[in-house]
């Protein structure tokens, strides 16, 4: 377990997040009764704990928002980003200010914590998924577009509602490949760097506009982008999916659980997510997990729908594919309906317009054996695993290359807000 500083949320917890209810399911309740009888401990976290979780709701990045009010806002301050962005760091910007001396000094220092062949453990095993992950970040995120606190600022930035949708998808898609390169997180001016602090700047961005706007409710919601939510979207990129996966064959193993646990912390903290408490173990990532879900009141309304249909929507074939284009968006599109039916709730799922996922549910099901054999003698043999990787990194910038149709991440919040 990691426990760090001192909150600064004062104890506050948002209306919208509902505490004390483990177990909304049923036998849900037994199973904690059961736990907490023979272990001491529940299905959600120890009190310590979920006060950290709590408090994660209210703070944010205040390395980034001070660097971005004293020095991006200004003229030439995204000029000089783009050039300590490089090899050279922060010095190669003459009289850098002093709050950018601050934010990269914060973002260059390696934490005591940091094992960096755990961290290359996760990046491979994120090679190894290939485009796996994608569908099964995209398709589990869904079911966290049901509380407002998430998909309030998604849908007045836009990114991700309506026609958007796609185009930030594979903005998203090009950061998860270009952080998990092998290497990526600790060579200095890297894409997988670079990507991570523009996101953590566009965060920033985002975050003052939702935060300004009459539909933010700080006292319901906490602040918007808080380090708690961007916490549940590193578990959504590692044991989320590892354990999502395990169905169709990706036998990821207890310890690369734990790699990716470490992976996603690290890449966290170049983020500017600093938790009180992350989750070292499988198990606590489970109870968070289960916290959270208890913990929804399941009031995004319309925006949070619009957010949820506009996904699968996104990979329909576009107007004017003809042959064998069309056919292979139609293809992407049904198998990418049957990932969302796999990993969203049916309440969920009936509760929105979602396309139908037969037959394709079948595809990943029938694929699964073969994946699974795969990935037995990839644990098995050394060398099969790398040549698993490899082909797995191979096929995940072809598929891009394909999809993403010539469009290049920028990651920037400089347009205002949908309304």
Same mark, same amino acid.
């Given at each position: ?8 949320? =004062? ?6 997040? +509902?505490? &004390? ?5 049923? =036998? &849900? ?27 994660? +709701? ?6 980034? *928002?001070?660097?971005?009010? @004293?020095? +991006? ?82 849908? +007045?930035? &836009?990114?991700? /509602? ?55 409710? *700080? ?6 982008? $808080? ?9 959504? =990129? ?17 310890? @690369? ?16 997510? *600093?938790?009180?408490?992350?989750? @070292?173990?499988?198990?606590? /990532? ?10 929804? $009141? ?7 729908? @619009? ?84 082909? &797995? ?27």
């Amino acid at each position: 377990m990691t426990m760090s500083g001192a909150g600064d949320g =004062g104890g506050r917890v948002p209306a919208a997040f +509902l505490l &004390g209810r483990p177990g909304r399911w049923p =036998g &849900g309740r037994t199973v904690d009764r059961a736990l907490r009888a023979c272990t001491g401990t529940g299905l959600h976290p120890a009190a310590d704990q979920v006060h950290a979780v709590t408090d994660g +709701l209210f703070p944010a990045d205040p390395l980034a *928002e001070r660097f971005a009010d @004293e020095v +991006l806002d200004r003229p030439g301050g995204r000029a000089m980003l783009d050039a300590a962005l490089g090899p050279g760091g922060v010095a190669a910007v003459p009289d850098a200010p002093e709050a950018m001396r601050a934010l990269f000094a914060g973002f260059e220092r390696t934490p005591d914590w940091v094992r960096p062949e755990l961290v290359e453990r996760g990046a491979a095993v994120w090679r190894r998924w290939g485009t796996m992950l994608f569908a099964v970040a995209g398709s589990t995120t869904l079911e966290m577009y049901t509380e407002a606190a998430v998909a309030t600022p998604l849908s +007045l930035a &836009g990114g991700y /509602a309506g026609d958007n949708a796609r185009r930030r998808f594979f903005e998203t898609v090009r950061f998860w490949i270009d952080v998990s390169e092998p290497g990526a997180l600790f060579t200095p001016g890297s894409a997988g760097r670079s990507t991570a602090l523009r996101v953590r700047v566009m965060h920033v961005a985002v975050r003052r506009r939702v935060a300004g706007h009459p539909e933010w409710d *700080e006292d319901r919601w906490g602040v918007p982008i $808080s380090r708690t939510w961007q916490m549940m979207t590193l578990l959504g =990129g590692s044991v989320a999916p590892a354990l999502a996966l395990w169905p169709l064959g990706h036998l990821t193993s207890p310890a @690369e659980m734990r790699a990716l646990l470490h992976f996603q912390r690290y890449l966290g903290h170049l983020l500017g997510v *600093e938790p009180r408490w992350y989750p @070292e173990t499988v198990a606590d /990532a489970v109870r968070l997990l289960l916290l959270v879900l208890d913990a929804r $009141s399941r009031d995004s309304g319309a925006h949070g729908a @619009e957010l949820i249909e506009s996904f699968p929507a996104g990979f329909a074939p576009a107007p004017g594919r003809t042959g064998a284009d069309r056919l292979r968006g139609v293809y992407t599109h049904g198998v990418h309906a049957g990932y969302a039916w796999l990993w969203t709730a049916r309440r969920t799922w009936r509760a929105h317009r979602m396309p139908s996922p037969l037959p394709w549910i079948a595809v990943p099901l029938l694929r699964a054996p073969f994946v699974a054999a795969a990935e037995l003698a990839g644990h098995l043999l050394p060398p099969v695993r790398r040549a698993l990787e490899r082909r &797995g990194a191979r096929h995940r910038e072809r598929w891009y290359a394909r999809y993403a149709r010539g469009h290049v991440a920028a990651y920037e919040a400089t347009s205002g807000l949908r309304r």
